[in-house]
């Protein structure tokens, strides 16, 4: 079992900024990718950012200029910084991680892909 760990969100006045944390934890041989994304009322859910473990960064059109992803592979952890936000902003940021597991099976070692989320964290942008 894989789990993810969401901090950071909160209300942030428009023009604020504000640090999303995820920390990976429990059955992980490695994690291949890590990303946020976002859901807002009504909407559905939409990618922000995301890393792979090879350092490839995406950031959606709606957040360059403005955000940035971070990771440290060390410590399965990854961040988001986001300046400059705006009402529409406003969501439940989710985190999202995927890897492998290790198994053993009859003795022998196996790995098992996975895919995980968190919770969600609530971000309100206002006044």
């Given at each position: 079992?894989?789990?993810?760990?969401?901090?950071?969100?909160?209300?942030?006045?428009?023009?604020?900024?504000?640090?999303?944390?995820?920390?990976?934890?429990?059955?992980?041989?490695?994690?291949?990718?890590?990303?946020?994304?976002?859901?807002?009322?009504?909407?559905?859910?939409?990618?922000?950012?995301?890393?792979?473990?090879?350092?490839?960064?995406?950031?959606?059109?709606?957040?360059?200029?403005?955000?940035?992803?971070?990771?440290?592979?060390?410590?399965?952890?990854?961040?988001?910084?986001?300046?400059?936000?705006?009402?529409?902003?406003?969501?439940?940021?989710?985190?999202?991680?995927?890897?492998?597991?290790?198994?053993?099976?009859e003795g022998t070692p196996k790995y098992r892909g996975f895919e995980v989320w968190g919770q969600g964290t609530l971000v309100t942008?206002?006044?």
């Amino acid at each position: 079992q894989v789990h993810l760990v969401e901090s950071g969100g909160g209300l942030v006045q428009p023009g604020g900024s504000l640090r999303l944390s995820c920390v990976a934890s429990g059955n992980i041989f490695v994690i291949n990718g890590m990303g946020w994304y976002r859901q807002a009322p009504g909407k559905e859910r939409e990618l922000v950012a995301s890393v792979n473990s090879g350092g490839g960064i995406y950031y959606a059109d709606f957040v360059k200029g403005r955000g940035t992803i971070s990771r440290l592979n060390a410590e399965n952890t990854v961040y988001l910084d986001i300046h400059s936000l705006k009402p529409e902003d406003t969501a439940t940021y989710f985190c999202n991680a995927k890897g492998y597991s290790s198994i053993l099976d009859e003795g022998t070692p196996k790995y098992r892909g996975f895919e995980v989320w968190g919770q969600g964290t609530l971000v309100t942008v206002s006044t």
